[in-house]
């Protein structure tokens, strides 16, 4: 019987013939939703085979206001909005002006931000552990404000570039002292630059200003034996193939809604693994659970055939998904006949 992270492993080599694996993250409303229905631990009661953690105060999601008041600042000082019922967005920018010349980036060594990570490798021994070591581009649009950045993109790109240059020096060496001092497989980076329809900026912009700066973060994981995922919410079809020229290895979380996920499969998945897929903005919330049941098992089937695919929600599962397609959802990506 093969472990956990063997079964992932072998859905990243594209070994075909196996379940497809799946895994699911919960807000808080959803996540207790799960635990009454499933028990607790809820990753152990649905025997989950990759776990994930990330560095403390990389951003401060679903922050209890009951602990934090109505707001929290995370490490690079971003102000974010407290709230159970959503993840919380960046209210106030550290950078109101794109001038740096006063500023401190945060120290990337501090050890609090890696409190826990290696005693928390060891407890998930034989799972595919995942790490997330930061964002890039996400991360400028939380220090300067996406508006703000847009507009630097167009009027001052050697602010942006230097801006971006300091960040992923930031993941860099995160990511050093992660492999150092931790046991795991892989590393994330969380990355942004799609909307519904398109990406944010050009697929042009984006491979000046941002891709060098990734090929650098991928390099130096893989480099060190580490897989890498790359999240990207929304429409980023345009760079996919240069995402995977440049080393990613599995592609989070494919949107159904932004991109047609049968045909990026078929043009990339010899070259690829996608993890994610499974409807969100209406299925989930608002399908019958007979119809969540069919749409996951054609996944399953279509998405799965050959390997290269992990089996995950669009997005993480939000308080608008009711228990009986949540149960669908677990149950049907669970089935193994």
């Known amino acids: 019987?093969?472990?956990?992270?063997?079964?992932?492993?072998?859905?990243?080599?594209?070994?075909?013939?196996?379940?497809?694996?799946?895994?699911?993250?919960?807000?808080?409303?959803?996540?207790?939703?799960?635990?009454?229905?499933?028990?607790?631990?809820?990753?152990?009661?649905?025997?989950?085979?990759?776990?994930?953690?990330?560095?403390?105060?990389?951003?401060?999601?679903?922050?209890?206001?009951?602990?934090?008041g109505a707001s929290a600042k995370d490490e690079f000082g971003v102000i974010w909005s407290a709230g159970t019922l959503d993840r919380g967005v960046p209210v106030a920018p550290c950078l109101p002006e794109p001038d740096f010349s006063h500023y401190h980036f945060p120290d990337p060594a501090a050890p609090e931000r890696f409190a826990g990570l290696d005693d928390w490798c060891a407890a998930h021994e034989g799972r595919y552990r995942i790490i997330w070591v930061g964002d890039l581009w996400e991360r400028a649009t939380f220090m300067r404000g996406m508006e703000n950045l847009l507009l630097d993109v167009a009027l001052r790109p050697a602010f942006v570039q230097s801006l971006l240059h300091r960040i992923a020096w930031i993941v860099l060496e995160t990511v050093g002292i992660l492999v150092d001092r931790c046991e795991f497989e892989a590393v994330a980076l969380s990355d942004d630059y799609g909307a519904q329809n398109a990406m944010l900026i050009s697929p042009s912009d984006w491979r000046t200003l941002i891709k060098p700066h990734l090929a650098r973060i991928y390099a130096s994981a893989k480099e060190r034996g580490r897989t890498v995922l790359h999240h990207s919410c929304g429409n980023v079809e345009p760079i996919v193939g240069d995402m995977i020229d440049i080393g990613l290895d599995i592609l989070h979380p494919i949107q159904p809604e932004a991109m047609d996920i049968r045909r990026l499969k078929k043009k990339y998945g010899a070259h690829l693994t996608f993890c994610g897929g499974v409807p969100t903005q209406r299925l989930l919330a608002s399908?019958?659970?007979?119809?969540?049941?069919?749409?996951?098992?054609?996944?399953?089937?279509?998405?799965?055939?050959?390997?290269?695919?992990?089996?995950?929600?669009?997005?993480?599962?939000?308080a608008d998904v009711p228990l009986e397609n949540l149960v669908a959802l677990i149950d049907e990506a669970r089935f193994r006949g």
């Open 287 to 318: 399908a019958p659970p007979q119809e969540v049941r069919r749409e996951v098992g054609r996944l399953k089937k279509e998405m799965g055939r050959g390997g290269g695919y992990i089996l995950e929600p669009g997005i993480t599962l939000q």
């Open 1 to 68: 019987m093969i472990t956990d992270r063997e079964w992932i492993q072998r859905a990243l080599d594209h070994v075909g013939g196996d379940p497809v694996p799946y895994h699911f993250s919960f807000t808080p409303p959803a996540r207790r939703l799960a635990v009454q229905h499933y028990g607790t631990p809820l990753e152990d009661a649905l025997s989950m085979p990759i776990r994930r953690a990330k560095l403390n105060s990389l951003t401060p999601l679903h922050a209890d206001p009951e602990e934090v």
